[in-house]
Structure formats: structure tokens, C-alpha cells
């Protein structure tokens, strides 16, 4: 993910706060000062309506071809969007200091980015797509279905584990609950570091990295880019983060 800028961030910021105040404004007019108490139900209904919308982004987001997306890429929900939204007041009330952490994230996020566990991102999310069915579907590997492949650590915490590739393929990464390799105890991992699955048509395995912080690299050290998978064939090693977490896929 291609993640934007603060400085672009802060003055969609500031957009965002001038629509804000001119529907607030609106309210005042029509109800005196009782309208002053619809400003924090404005605020929240303007966030978590255009972030958890079609666009995935408030108005002064969309003027600079941003959205808030999950650690998937996909667009957020509304519900994400009100935890999102309720905890940036987190991040102003403790002095700013929420917001001052994007500036020492790879991933430029706030505190309240950081617990909804949101990312703020140049282009539009990746779209849900219902695929349309066919008339007469070709078998295909359900989700848990092993297909014949796994990977073996070589080194580091899951030195000699074997674990099974299923048609999803299989996340590593320090995040319990999105990987299916685990790797708590291993510095140099982030959450979410690669993806490893399996194509059955030509027998090789296909590494990807997930914008990991210190990389993911075949046994040679050729660093896997996040854009550009790499595949393996059986019997051929990748490591995480640092050669001391070595993978063999077979």
C-alpha cells in the first residue's frame, strides 16, 4: 500500500473541518445556540458516513485521491469508521500526541489509526467484487482445503514446525489473529509480513510481501517487493525480516 502523506493528510484536514463548520453553522441558524450541541453528532456523522460510504474517504480525503482502508486494503466499514472517529478525540485530548505518532510510523499512523486498525492511503480501496456464477463452474479449492504443500521453518522459533498450506495460503506475521504462522517472538517481523500460497496448475509457491517494515527475501537475498511476488519451487528457502527466521517450502 502506497500510504499518503501528512502533509497532504493535514490539509484534507482542514477541509474536512470547513465542511464541518458551515453545516454546523447551518444548525446554529436554524436553532440559535441549541444548534452548537448538534456539532459533535455532525462531526461523527460526516466521518463515519463518507469513510464508511463508497468512497472510503471524507471530502477533503477524496480532493486528494485518498481513502481509509483495513490491513487488506479493503475500504472500512461504518462501524470501524466511528471507532476511528471516536478515538482521533483520543489523540487531540492527550495533548496531539496521537497525532504526532504518525510521524515516527512507516505506516504514518495515528493513534487512533493504530486502533482501528486503519491505514490512510493514496488511490481508491481495492472494490468488493460479487463474482457473477458461471454456468457451468470448474472445481476449485475451497478455502480450508489442503492442496499438497507446505512450508518448514528452518530457523528461528519455528525451527524444524511444519505447516500446511490450504487454498488461502498462509499469512506470517506477529498478528494472532490474521496469521495462521505466528511469529511473537521474532524481531524483524511485522504484523502482517508475507503471504505464501500454492498454485496447483504450476506446482510452485508464490511469496508476497505485505509492505513489511524490514523486508521478506529469498535464501539468496533477492528482497521480495511488495509489488513483485516471487515464486519457489519445492525444496527453495525465503526468510523473514532477517536470515535467523528461514523458511523452506516443500
Request: charged share 15%; with cysteine; proline share 5%.
Amino acid at each position: 500500500m502506497n500510504y499518503s502523506s501528512l502533509g497532504k493528510r493535514f490539509v484534507a484536514t482542514i477541509i474536512d473541518g470547513v465542511a464541518v463548520n458551515i453545516l454546523s453553522a447551518f444548525f446554529m441558524i436554524a436553532f440559535g445556540y441549541f444548534g452548537i450541541l448538534f456539532s459533535s453528532i455532525i462531526y461523527i456523522l460526516y466521518t463515519v458516513l463518507m469513510m464508511g460510504g463508497s468512497w472510503h474517504a471524507t471530502l477533503g480525503q477524496k480532493l486528494f485521491d485518498m481513502s481509509v482502508v483495513d490491513a487488506s486494503g479493503m475500504g472500512i466499514s461504518y462501524s470501524t469508521a466511528l471507532v476511528r472517529t471516536l478515538c482521533s478525540w483520543l489523540s487531540s485530548a492527550i495533548l496531539g500526541i496521537g497525532y504526532i505518532l504518525a510521524l515516527t510510523s512507516n505506516e504514518k499512523q495515528t493513534l487512533h489509526d493504530k486502533i482501528a486498525g486503519c491505514y490512510v492511503v493514496d488511490n481508491a480501496p481495492i472494490p468488493v467484487v460479487t463474482p457473477r456464477p458461471a454456468p457451468a463452474p470448474a472445481p476449485a479449492p475451497t478455502p480450508n482445503r489442503v492442496v499438497n504443500a507446505s512450508i518448514i521453518g528452518v530457523s528461528g522459533e519455528k525451527a524444524g514446525m511444519r505447516f500446511p498450506i490450504t487454498g488461502n495460503g498462509i499469512m506470517i506475521g506477529r498478528d494472532p489473529a490474521v496469521c495462521q504462522i505466528v511469529m511473537g517472538n521474532s524481531s524483524g517481523v511485522s504484523r502482517l509480513h508475507c503471504l505464501v500460497s500454492y498454485n496447483v496448475d504450476s506446482g510452485m509457491f508464490i511469496v508476497s510481501d505485505r509492505n513489511s517494515t524490514y523486508g521478506t527475501f529469498t535464501e539468496s537475498g533477492v528482497k521480495i517487493s511488495p509489488t513483485n511476488s516471487v515464486a519457489l519451487k519445492r525444496g527453495e528457502r525465503f526468510y523473514v525480516g532477517s536470515k535467523k527466521n528461514m523458511f523452506e517450502v516443500c
